[in-house]
C-alpha cells in the first residue's frame, strides 16, 4: 500500500508530457498522427473525440474552414491548461456551424481550458436537431461544482442566428448550472474578443443559483475589452456573479431586433460587480434601452468612468421590483460615479422600483439642442425607490431636461408628472442646473443657470468596422486612450480605475444547498 502511495505521489509531481496537434482542414487526415503540420488532423471530430490531456495545445491552420462544432470536453491543470489556438498564414481558422450543430466552439464540464484566435458563425435558417438556441461559443458547466481557470480571448465570433424569445443564447455564453449539484466558476476571463450581428445576447453569464436561499455566486469573472455590435438584445449581461469586473468593453446597437426590454451593459442577481471604463451607445430600443443599468437582487454594483451615448433608453436605469424572498433582495446600494452622458434620449436617469441606498454622484450629462428628455424620471415596479443621493452632477442641458414621477405609459414611453414623489427620500446636493430644466428638484447648495451654450470639444470617439477584424488590438488601444483624454477633460480630475472585489464573509448571502 505504502509503494502504490509513493507511484501516486511521483506522478503527480512529474512534468506533464504536453503535445501539439496539428488540424488542417484543406490537406489533413484523420489517420495521421496530428502532430506535425504535415501530419495535421482534417476534421474537428477527431479533436472532439481524442483524449486531449493537460498541457496540450490544438492548432488550427489559418485558412482552414469547417462545417462542424469544436466540443472540448477534456480539462487542463492550473499549471497545465489544454489550449486552443490557430496557426499559419491567411485568414484565422473558421468554424461555421449554422444548420449542424447549436455551438460553434463549447467548452463542456470542463476546466482550465484556453480558446483564442478563431472565426465562428452560425448562421442559417434551419436549426439543428434539438437546437432552441444557438450560441457562437458555449461555456458550460453543469452539477460539477466550482469550474475554473477558463479563457476566451480574441475571437472573432459573428453572424449567430440565436432565437431572440430567450436571454441564454447568442455570440459568447458562459453558464453554470446546478439543478442536482451547486455549480459556479471560479477565474473565467472573456477578453478582447469581437461580437457582432448576433441574436439574442452578445455576451452573457447564466446561473439558476441567484436566489438568497440557493445562492453560489461565479468569482473572478473578468469581461473585459470586447466590441460587441449589432446585437438583437443586449450587450453584455453577467448574471449570479460575485466581484465581476465588466471592463473597457465597448457596445454599439444592442436591442437592435429582439422584443421586450433590452440594454447595452448590466447585471442581474450579482453581488459587488464593478463596471468601469466601457462605452455603451445606439443601444435601438426605448423599452428599458438604457447605455447602462443595475438591476434585480443586485447589491453594490459600481458604474465608474463609463461613456454613454445616443442611446433611445437613455443613460442609466438602476431597477428591481418589490422583495420576494427568497429571490430577489431589491437593488442595494448601487453608485454611479464619474460617468459621462452625451446625446442620449427619453430617460437619463431613471429610478424603477425597490431601489435602495443609491449614490449618483460627479456625473456630467450633456443634452444636445431641440433634444427633451426626462432628466431623472421616478417610476413604478411593484414599487417605488427610496433614499437615493444626487450629488455633485452637471446636468448640460441646451435642449430641455425634465424631472417627476410615473403618472402612465405610453408604449415604451414613462407620462410623468412633477415631483419625485411617491419615490421617497431622493436628496439632492451641490449639482449644477445648467439650462432649461423643468420640475427641476430643490438643491439648497445647487447652481441654477438658466441659459447654456455647449463649448466646441472632441467627441470623435475612435470606431472600429468589425467586418475586417485586423487591428482590432490598436484601435482598443487608441480608444482606451480617447477614453481616459475625455473623462478628465469632462469631470476635471484624474482617472483613477478600481480593481474588483467580492464581498467579504460577514457580507455573503446565505451560500448554496
Same mark, same amino acid.
Given at each position: 500500500?505504502?509503494?502504490?502511495?509513493?507511484?501516486? %505521489?511521483?506522478?503527480?509531481?512529474? #512534468?506533464?508530457?504536453?503535445?501539439?496537434?496539428?488540424?488542417?482542414?484543406?490537406?489533413?487526415?484523420?489517420?495521421?498522427?496530428?502532430?506535425? #503540420?504535415?501530419?495535421?488532423?482534417? $476534421? %474537428?471530430a477527431r479533436v472532439n473525440a481524442f483524449p486531449l490531456q493537460p498541457g496540450d495545445t490544438v492548432l488550427l491552420t489559418g485558412g482552414s474552414v469547417w462545417k462542424e462544432p469544436l466540443t472540448i470536453t477534456r480539462s487542463g491543470r492550473a499549471s497545465a491548461p489544454i489550449m486552443v489556438g490557430a496557426t499559419g498564414q491567411?485568414?484565422? #481558422?473558421?468554424?461555421?456551424?449554422?444548420?449542424?450543430? #447549436?455551438?460553434?466552439? +463549447?467548452? %463542456?464540464?470542463?476546466? !482550465?481550458?484556453?480558446?483564442?484566435?478563431?472565426?465562428? $458563425?452560425?448562421?442559417? +435558417?434551419?436549426?439543428?436537431p434539438g437546437a432552441e438556441?444557438? !450560441?457562437? &461559443? %458555449?461555456?458550460?458547466?453543469?452539477?460539477?461544482?466550482?469550474?475554473? /481557470?477558463?479563457?476566451?480571448?480574441?475571437?472573432?465570433?459573428?453572424?449567430?442566428? /440565436? $432565437?431572440?424569445?430567450r436571454k441564454d443564447n447568442g455570440g459568447i455564453v458562459f453558464q453554470a448550472l446546478g439543478p442536482k449539484r451547486a455549480t459556479r466558476f471560479q477565474d473565467i476571463a472573456i477578453e478582447r474578443n469581437i461580437v457582432w450581428r448576433v441574436d439574442r445576447s452578445g455576451i452573457a453569464g447564466i446561473s439558476d443559483q441567484v436566489s438568497r436561499t440557493n445562492w453560489f455566486p461565479s468569482e473572478e469573472v473578468v469581461i473585459r475589452d470586447n466590441l460587441v455590435e449589432d446585437v438583437g438584445g443586449d450587450g453584455i449581461v453577467p448574471r449570479g456573479t460575485d466581484g465581476a469586473l465588466i471592463e473597457h468593453n465597448i457596445v454599439r446597437y444592442a436591442g437592435s431586433r429582439a422584443p421586450g426590454y433590452n440594454a447595452g451593459i448590466w447585471q442581474w442577481s450579482t453581488d459587488s460587480s464593478l463596471i468601469q471604463l466601457n462605452e455603451a451607445a445606439f443601444t435601438a430600443t426605448r423599452y428599458d434601452g438604457q447605455g447602462f443599468d443595475s438591476d434585480f437582487n443586485s447589491r453594490r454594483t459600481t458604474l465608474l468612468y463609463n461613456y454613454s451615448h445616443d442611446n433611445q433608453g437613455g443613460f442609466l436605469l438602476i431597477c428591481s421590483p418589490k422583495l420576494s424572498e427568497p429571490d430577489n433582495l431589491g437593488n442595494r446600494d448601487s453608485? +454611479?460615479?464619474?460617468?459621462?452622458?452625451?446625446?442620449?434620449?427619453?430617460?437619463?436617469?431613471?429610478?424603477?422600483?425597490?431601489?435602495?441606498?443609491?449614490?449618483i454622484e460627479g456625473n456630467v &450629462?450633456? &443634452? /444636445?439642442?431641440g433634444v427633451d428628455v426626462q432628466m431623472i424620471a421616478a417610476t413604478q415596479w411593484d414599487g417605488w425607490a427610496r433614499d437615493?443621493?444626487?450629488?455633485?452632477?452637471?446636468?448640460?442641458?441646451?435642449?430641455?431636461?425634465?424631472?417627476?414621477?410615473e403618472v402612465g405609459r405610453n408604449g415604451p414611453d414613462y407620462l410623468i408628472g412633477p415631483g419625485l414623489a411617491p419615490a421617497d427620500y431622493i436628496r439632492f446636493e451641490g449639482n449644477s442646473f445648467l439650462g432649461r430644466h423643468i420640475d427641476v428638484p430643490q438643491d439648497k447648495d445647487g447652481t441654477y443657470q438658466a441659459s447654456y451654450v455647449a463649448a466646441p470639444a472632441d467627441w470623435a470617439v475612435p470606431v472600429f468596422d468589425p467586418a475586417k477584424p485586423e487591428g482590432f488590438a490598436e484601435f482598443l488601444g487608441r480608444h482606451r486612450g480617447w477614453m481616459m483624454g475625455m473623462l478628465q477633460r469632462e469631470l476635471g480630475r484624474p482617472v483613477r480605475l478600481q480593481q474588483a472585489r467580492a464581498v467579504s464573509m460577514f457580507e455573503a448571502r446565505r451560500r448554496a444547498r
Open positions: 500500500m505504502l509503494r502504490v502511495a509513493a507511484i501516486l %505521489l511521483l506522478a503527480s509531481a512529474m #512534468p506533464v508530457m504536453a503535445e501539439t496537434y496539428h488540424v488542417n482542414a484543406l490537406t489533413g487526415d484523420d489517420r495521421a498522427s496530428g502532430l506535425a #503540420p504535415e501530419q495535421a488532423w482534417r $476534421t %474537428l491567411g485568414a484565422r #481558422p473558421r468554424i461555421e456551424a449554422g444548420g449542424v450543430s #447549436p455551438h460553434g466552439v +463549447a467548452v %463542456l464540464n470542463a476546466e !482550465y481550458v484556453r480558446i483564442s484566435g478563431l472565426e465562428v $458563425t452560425n448562421d442559417s +435558417a434551419d436549426r439543428a438556441s444557438r !450560441y457562437g &461559443v %458555449l461555456v458550460s458547466a453543469q452539477d460539477r461544482g466550482v469550474t475554473r /481557470g477558463i479563457r476566451v480571448s480574441d475571437m472573432y465570433v459573428h453572424d449567430v442566428r /440565436g $432565437t431572440n424569445a453608485v +454611479a460615479r464619474f460617468n459621462v452622458s452625451r446625446n442620449d434620449r427619453s430617460r437619463i436617469f431613471q429610478l424603477a422600483g425597490n431601489v435602495t441606498g443609491a449614490v &450629462v450633456h &443634452v /444636445g439642442p437615493v443621493r444626487f450629488e455633485d452632477n452637471v446636468f448640460r442641458v441646451a435642449g430641455t431636461a425634465r424631472y417627476g414621477h
